[in-house]
């Protein structure tokens, strides 16, 4: 990258969070909105948003209507504000770690995990960090724009989890005890769960309970074998 493309995309970047704050806040300063679309009409990008604020002046821009082009400008060059800028976000990802938390044990992991902010990764984003100080962010981070509804960060973070443990140990985690097959972090009808593709599909838990599913299934399978125990036990006394 040159020097001239890498100071530009450090000024536009600048620009693009200080206007994101703005509006944010309601605190938006036109004269950053104008700056901002004045540097990405210099390489090349035209939108109408962009040209409608480079052509006015600003000063005759009603607030409402600049808070309009200002977040088409955002929209049109594909803005994401970091776990920095929307704390909001970083939030719901640490609630949806203590609700996947809970089904580690059953994989053998103890402890608590913790979210670990991966600010030095392109794109930036979120892994995690368990107990032992294991790392796990195979096949990227968790990114920002995935945590602002919950079931979507809590899939995003239990697929990651889940392919991260399966590339350091190669064991699949978690099987369907019915198909003995392995299932996979899904999100179905906006709910994180554990998918099992066996006859046609099924849920075999909602993230989070697990163990409570693995056990009662035990408990059933238990139940059976008892029952066909007794009545062995009838037969051989009949006999």
């Known amino acids: 990258m040159s020097n001239a493309m890498a100071e530009y995309e450090a000024v536009v970047e600048e620009l693009k969070r200080r206007v994101y704050l ?42 409402a209507e ?28 640490r609630d949806a770690l203590r609700i996947v938390a809970r089904d580690l044990p059953t994989r053998g992991i103890k402890g608590e995990p913790e979210i670990e902010l991966l600010d030095d990764w392109f794109p930036a984003g979120a892994g995690v960090r368990l107990a032992d100080g ?22 995003s973070l239990t697929i990651m989890i889940q392919e991260s443990l399966l590339e350091r140990t ?17 999100e179905r009808e906006r ?12 849920v075999l838990a909602s993230v989070g309970e697990l163990a409570r599913a693995l056990g009662r299934r035990r408990a059933k399978q238990g139940c059976r074998q008892g029952s066909s125990f007794r009545t062995a036990t009838v037969v051989r006394a009949s006999a």
């Open 191 to 202: 709910e994180a769960v554990w998918w099992c593709a066996g006859d046609d599909g099924h």
């Open 134 to 155: 294991e790392r796990l962010n195979w096949a990227g981070p968790v990114l920002p724009s995935m945590c602002d509804d919950p079931a979507t960060a809590l899939t």
């Open 66 to 93: 600049m808070t309009a082009l200002a977040s088409r400008i955002l929209e049109d060059v594909g803005f994401q504000p970091g776990f920095d800028l929307a704390p909001e976000r970083l939030r719901t990802l």
């Open 22 to 63: 703005g509006l944010r806040e309601d605190n938006l300063d036109p004269q950053q909105v104008v700056a901002l679309a004045c540097e990405l009409l210099d390489w090349f990008h035209s939108t109408d948003a962009i040209l409608e604020v480079v052509e006015r002046n600003p000063a005759e821009v009603p607030p």
């Open 170 to 186: 190669w064991r699949v985690w978690p099987v369907c005890p019915r198909h003995d097959l392995g299932v996979h972090g899904s």
